[in-house]
């Protein structure tokens, strides 16, 4: 069974930069598309960015691209989001995804999920 581990979340100001790891474990990692999510208290679950099994493809929503960077490391097990130029707009609790396969852009194309970390941006 795949297990998603996320950790880096934190408290930060406004236009700081945090980057969140994601720890993989259960299955190979190098056969899974893998992606980042968060959910604002009140909101639903949005993309914000995925990355092929090998790295060779990503893809952004629209509203972090440019300050966010998702990348993996296949010898870490690890999926990394780099975050800068943070806004108190991206509070929120951050996950990470998985799916055995293209992936996507919407939750259900993902088929693994972890607990989420504590993204807050204070301005």
């Known amino acids: 069974q795949v297990q998603l581990v996320e950790s880096g979340g934190g408290l930060v100001q406004a236009g700081g930069s945090l980057r969140l790891s994601c720890a993989f474990s259960?299955?190979?990692?190098?056969?899974?598309?893998m992606a980042w999510f968060r959910q604002a208290p009140g909101k639903e679950r949005k993309f914000l960015a995925a990355?092929?099994?090998?790295?060779?493809?990503?893809d952004y929503q629209d509203s972090v691209k440019g300050r966010f960077t998702i990348s993996r490391d296949n010898a870490k097990n690890t999926v990394y989001l780099q975050m800068n130029s943070l806004k108190p707009e991206d509070t929120a609790v951050y996950y990470c995804?998985?799916?055995?396969?293209?992936?996507?852009?919407?939750?259900?194309?993902?088929?693994?999920w972890g607990q989420g970390t504590q993204v807050t941006v204070s301005s």
């Open positions: 259960g299955r190979t990692f190098s056969s899974y598309a």
């Open positions: 995804a998985a799916d055995l396969g293209f992936g996507g852009t919407v939750e259900s194309d993902f088929e693994f």
């Open positions: 990355i092929s099994w090998s790295g060779g493809t990503k």
